[in-house]
């Protein structure tokens, strides 16, 4: 801090606020362990880039050696937290006027780092190439601007879901985020600098620019200062967003008195930009001609862009520069253009981390020998600022709060995820039902939703490491982060995507292992996994003396009760945490009786009848009495019809969510007791594969590849997904186009009250796809 | 008079429909005489057209002539073209006035006449085009010259005060007009000079008036020219053009605003785009920038500016030419990009800042032509428009980013009556009605 006290002195010619609010370590994060350094130096911001390994804490769980008896314990496994090393990419925006500042911060704690290169892009690179040299005592190695950008943009659209938006001024939310299409190419990227350049990209390695213009962000800025006398860009910006052009522009109107009906033009089109002032007895107010200018180069710019995407067929247009960059009013009038001159065709589309490419790119360039691209990498958003966070106009809060820096924060993840195979469009999935962007009500029902579970959620974390004293100060830091990021969210409830019940646990998610409570549920997993496990037995054998028809109600009850016990549902932690006797008979009486919410189990009856399934694939949700009393008792039954199983569970933990290293120990157990379960390991027939992710809720379109590879060769053929997060949060509207089953019992009484039921109402969702239903033929080969 | 081209007019409106391109451009208001004497166009006439033309001449001339005078209008004949900044009027003075004509011809006939044709400069701001006036033209059966006059369109006021004083309504001509001025200024018109508009569309008349002058303009100076060698100032020199088989072209309209065209026979065309950086946005960041007034004050400073003071170029930022993208240094990365620039402000003059503005519009309307070309595929552009009117620098500037964009594919054509095509279609409207 003291540091950045003295660069307040030498630069006090300046009006900006210069003082960095938040210690410098926060921005530069985990410095110690960074190399592959990339810096994007533009005309007014800087971006760095690096790559660091985190050491943080993993709850790590082992098996027992139950061979020996002296070892057995009461309890099933051991749960260890260990240490492991991650992979994360750190991105750092900040204003030129701190690079001296910033630099001499990371050479203070640069500790034991081999890196003796640092990539370097952007029209300011070559400015301030000798000093990061001498600062750094790196060698700066310049790499081609627009390579750059273009790297950066299709990491970024790779990588990050709901990177591009599009944008609406007057919609109810003015950024509305484009499913991730997995294909991202060929699309045009039109970068508004100084100049404009077009650039068609076709693969990874392919792009062109077909175009350009010299009326660019150089020419609102050059010209706007001439005219306004006004030195900053973002003060002109300010000046024309209070403007009226048509003072200034010559429209249709102010020739033709109306509109040029014969041509459709109406009567406010610009006809003649600037033809009003081409007058030397009249004077022009600043705001006017910032916003005439405004409009002159977006429409210009917005027209060139339309005429190179009909020339080469392009329908996907990104927009990026400094002239675009976090200013919703250029997005706006270069959106309308884009509008006027495709009839609505072609939408202009952004992206959220826009000023990061050319710094992503560089990096990119620079860590080819790691082979970053072969990875899969996550936005980490207890890292991340999120968009807008450093505009004034969207968020005043925030500004005071971390000056002028943005970060964004990616993680390396373990495996490289891809799209379930069986989804009917990837291009047109989106895993949440509701869009909290969109939909203000429900946004504000679950922000305080979450709000009002944090105090449980920090207790828990609390006594989840009895054996470490600071836990309690740490879990106090992940309260003020969490809390931190709902108000963001609130204010701008954009900042990482769309709003969903899925983005804010997994921000939750985030946030606590930021502050290493990497499971706070560990031993409550453990406990009822062990309490679960005893019951087992017992349960499949009252289910065996079943009649065939009463057995196939059962074990869809059973999956439902076994569901009802999730520790993530605020209404069921309150009666657990109050009665921990609350057992698997009480949560069945819970049940709704049939008609359920959503029932189509008839239909599911009346398919168990036919032939049996060739694999299912098995979302599963909760361990203890969820996935031992609920799930696997119908596992047996699939398999016993000659059904192989594929078990798919999270890679990580989530809440209470069953991990797969958790399932792995409880199938080796069951296996020990049912010969069902060990024939169907034995014989490959059951799978357990990790799902690829750490969230409490599902996203189809990013799956461990090894799973999409699995649920392919097995010819897969039907998907059952199981839990509120993953069947009715996320998924409720997916389209399979094989058949499946969602099942859910819903814990939440506004979410209930929504679909229009109550507390604990039954989701039963049996779906075929319409290519898949069944013959006339087939039903007569029906026992 | 041997009117033998006359039968022409029977087939007017089979002509309307099925013209294939040379007729379009010996066209019925071509003077047979006229025709005659270009061997070049009767050779390239198509040899079954020909042959109908001979069938049916001489037999029925008499009868044509006495029927073309009932349908004649009286005079006087105008063509106005009423744009954002300026006024077009084309006016045709009938030379061939017989004695007997002369005694018939009311007072406010001849006075309109001759305060035309002895005056260059009417009011404070209403010019004739001298150089730019067409002697010896036959219209409707009647030979006269075609004179082309304008004024700013904000002194309209002042020129219908005048038709009022000269009581122009007194005369029950039509009075055809076009431009958006047309539509605007009806009731202006109506209650200050007791005067009816037939009011045009002034893209059918800018396409009737290009195709109109340059068929009848093709002795001494070429109506259509180009620059040959644009990319090389040195040896950079104006060129006539034939503009045989002229389609498809583009025609871009530099007014105000700028209109795009493309134009694949007489009456079929299409309104590819416009925009909204014209001449009008040339003279108004002038203005602005500058303090000048006017478009030749505007032009004049220009010519004495250097733009790369205010523009930023791709060597200026990349030290030379950005090779992975085939960009030359000397091309302009940012227009006005070193205004950015505090000190750069104070250090450039106002001719700098005229020069850079015009080539900043010039480049700008360049490159989208360029793309409407490519996206309609069309090689042939035509410029025309006001803007381009004693505007050399613009049009060396068009030819050249056409020539070396396109890599010499295509070629910039101009016309010498730039601005005064609207106004002509509109005459001729009045003329032949369509």
């Keep these: ?783 | 008079m041997a009117f033998n081209g006359h039968q022409r007019e029977d087939d007017n409106s089979i002509d309307e429909d099925e013209t294939p391109s040379k007729q379009l451009r010996s066209n019925n208001e071509t003077p047979p005489g006229h025709f005659r004497n270009e061997p070049n166009n009767e050779a390239a006439a198509p040899a079954g057209r020909a042959t109908s033309d001979r069938r049916t001449s001489n037999s029925t001339t008499r009868h044509r002539h006495d029927s073309m005078k009932k349908t004649r209008p009286p005079f006087p004949w105008f063509g106005m073209d009423i744009g954002g900044t300026l006024v077009k009027l084309v006016y045709f003075e009938p030379k061939d006035i017989t004695a007997e004509e002369e005694q018939e011809e009311v007072e406010n006939l001849k006075s309109i006449r001759r305060y035309l044709t002895s005056n260059t400069a009417y009011g404070k701001t209403g010019i004739r085009d001298v150089h730019l006036e067409l002697q010896d033209l036959t219209l409707c059966g009647r030979t006269g010259n075609l004179h082309f006059i304008r004024f700013p369109t904000h002194d309209l006021p002042a020129f219908l005060q005048m038709g009022r004083n000269k009581h122009f309504s007194s005369l029950h001509t039509t009075l055809c007009a076009t431009g958006g001025g047309a539509y605007k200024f009806e009731s202006d018109f109506r209650t200050m000079a007791d005067l009816q508009l037939h009011k045009l569309d002034e893209l059918d008349c800018l396409i009737r008036g290009v195709l109109y002058i340059d068929s009848v303009v093709s002795s001494g100076l070429s109506e259509c020219y180009y620059f040959e060698n644009p990319t090389d100032p040195d040896r950079c020199i104006q060129k006539p053009y034939t503009l045989e088989n002229p389609y498809p072209l583009l025609l871009v309209n530099i007014g105000s605003g700028v209109s795009i065209l493309a134009v694949y026979s007489k009456n079929n065309y299409k309104r590819v785009t416009g925009t909204s950086l014209g001449g009008g946005t040339f003279l108004g960041l002038c203005c602005l920038l500058t303090g000048c007034s006017t478009f030749e004050e505007a032009l004049e400073m220009a010519s004495q500016g250097e733009s790369t003071r205010v523009d930023k170029l791709v060597r200026d930022i990349y030290g030379g030419d950005y090779e992975r993208f085939g960009l030359p240094g000397w091309a302009v990365a940012s227009s006005f990009g070193n205004m950015m620039s505090k000190e750069k402000r104070e250090s450039v003059s106002k001719e700098d800042l005229a020069r850079a503005t015009l080539v900043t519009i010039t480049n700008n309307i360049g490159s989208i032509t360029r793309m409407c070309a490519l996206n309609e595929n069309i090689e042939r552009v035509v410029f025309v428009g006001n803007f381009l009117r004693v505007n050399t620098l613009s049009m060396k500037l068009l030819a050249y980013a056409m020539e070396y964009w396109s890599k010499g594919q295509l070629k910039a054509l101009f016309l010498r009556h730039e601005g005064y095509f609207g106004a002509v279609g509109a005459l001729l409207e009045l003329l032949h009605p369509s």
Aim: charged share 25%; with cysteine.
């Design chain 1, 1 to 783: 801090m003291a540091e950045c006290g003295r660069v307040d002195s030498h630069t006090s010619g300046h009006t900006m606020d210069k003082s960095i609010t938040l210690p410098p370590d926060e921005i530069f994060r985990n410095l110690e362990n960074a190399k592959r350094f990339a810096i994007d130096i533009g005309g007014s911001l800087t971006k760095l880039a690096y790559y660091s390994t985190v050491q943080h804490k993993v709850a790590k769980v082992r098996s027992f050696d139950h061979t020996t008896k002296e070892a057995a314990s009461d309890k099933l496994y051991e749960i260890s937290v260990q240490e492991e090393v991650t992979a994360r990419l750190h991105f750092i925006k900040f204003e030129n006027a701190y690079i001296e500042t910033c630099l001499d911060f990371i050479k203070d704690h640069l500790v034991n780092t081999d890196t003796k290169v640092i990539k370097a892009t952007g029209g300011g690179a070559h400015k301030f190439k000798e000093l990061i040299e001498r600062k750094l005592g790196l060698k700066v190695d310049k790499e081609d601007e627009m390579t750059c950008l273009i790297k950066g943009c299709n990491f970024v659209l790779k990588n990050i879901p709901h990177e591009a938006f599009v944008y609406a001024k007057h919609a109810d939310s003015e950024f509305r985020f484009q499913t991730a299409n997995p294909d991202i190419f060929p699309y045009l990227l039109v970068n508004i600098g100084s100049g404009v350049s077009i650039v068609k990209v076709e693969s990874e390695d392919k792009f062109e620019r077909i175009g350009g213009s010299s009326i660019g962000g150089g020419t609102f800025w050059g010209l706007g200062a001439l005219l306004t006398k006004t030195k900053r860009f973002d003060e002109l910006l300010q000046l024309a967003s209070k403007g009226q052009h048509t003072s200034v522009d010559m429209l249709v109107k102010d020739i033709y008195g109306g509109s040029y009906a014969y041509l459709g033009l109406t009567g406010d089109l610009i006809a003649s930009s600037f033809g009003k002032s081409a007058t030397a007895d009249k004077e022009f107010s600043k705001e006017d001609m910032a916003k005439s200018l405004l409009h002159m180069i977006s429409n210009d710019i917005g027209q060139l862009a339309c005429l190179y995407a009909k020339l080469h067929n392009l329908s996907r247009v990104y927009f990026g520069g400094f002239f675009i960059r976090g200013h919703p009013v250029t997005m706006h009038t270069i959106t309308y253009s884009i509008n006027f001159f495709t009839k609505g065709e072609v939408q202009a589309l952004f992206l959220r981390h826009e000023g990061y490419l050319g710094a992503i790119g560089a990096f990119l360039k620079g860590a080819e020998e790691d082979n970053p691209n072969q990875y899969s990498w996550g936005e980490n958003y207890a890292g991340s600022s999120g968009l807008m966070s450093v505009s004034p106009d969207m968020n005043p809060m925030q500004r005071a709060r971390s000056g002028t820096f943005d970060m964004l924060e990616m993680d390396r993840l373990e495996r490289q995820l891809v799209n379930l195979p069986l989804l009917q469009d990837p291009s047109s999935y989106i895993p949440d039902t509701v869009d909290l962007t969109e939909d203000a009500l429900a946004r504000e029902y679950w922000l305080y939703c979450f709000e009002e579970a944090l105090d449980g959620v920090v207790k828990r974390a609390i006594a989840s490491q009895p054996e470490m004293p600071e836990a309690a100060a740490r879990a106090e830091k992940f309260r003020q982060k969490y809390r931190h990021k709902l108000q963001t969210l609130r204010q701008q409830p954009f900042a990482y995507g769309s709003l969903t019940v899925r983005s804010l646990l997994d921000t939750r998610e985030h946030c606590l292992n930021e502050f290493n409570f990497p499971d706070p549920y560990s031993k409550i997993k453990q406990r009822e996994n062990d309490v679960a496990l005893r019951y087992y037995q017992k349960a499949v054998r009252s289910l065996e003396e079943l009649s065939w028809e009463e057995r196939q109600f059962a074990l869809v009850r059973g999956v439902l009760a076994g569901n009802v016990f999730d520790w993530g549902a605020k209404a069921v932690s309150d009666v657990l945490e109050s009665d921990p006797e609350f057992g698997f008979e009480e949560a069945k009486r819970q049940l709704e009786v049939r008609p359920w919410l959503v029932d189509s189990y008839d239909q599911w009856l009346e398919r168990q009848k036919g032939p049996p399934h060739k694999c299912a694939l098995f979302f599963v949700d909760n361990s203890g009495v969820d996935i031992i009393l609920g799930v696997m008792p119908f596992v047996r039954e699939l398999l016993s019809r000659g059904t192989e199983v594929v078990l798919a569970s999270n890679s990580g933990p989530a809440l209470n969510d069953v991990t797969n290293s958790e399932l792995q120990i409880l199938t080796e157990r069951i296996a020990a007791m049912d010969p069902v379960i060990q024939a169907g390991l034995r014989e490959d027939r059951l799978t357990l594969v990790q799902s690829g992710s750490s969230s409490p809720c599902l996203d189809l379109s990013r799956l461990d590849k090894v799973l999409a590879m699995v649920v392919r060769e097995r010819q897969t053929d039907l998907v059952i997904i199981e839990g509120m997060g993953r069947a009715i949060h996320t998924n409720y509207y997916a389209m399979l186009s094989c058949e499946s089953l969602k099942m859910a019992v819903i814990k939440n009484s506004w979410l209930a009250d929504r679909l229009g039921g109550k507390l604990f109402s039954v989701v039963f969702k049996y779906e075929v796809p319409p290519d898949k239903q069944p013959s006339p033929d087939c039903a007569a080969l029906t026992p």
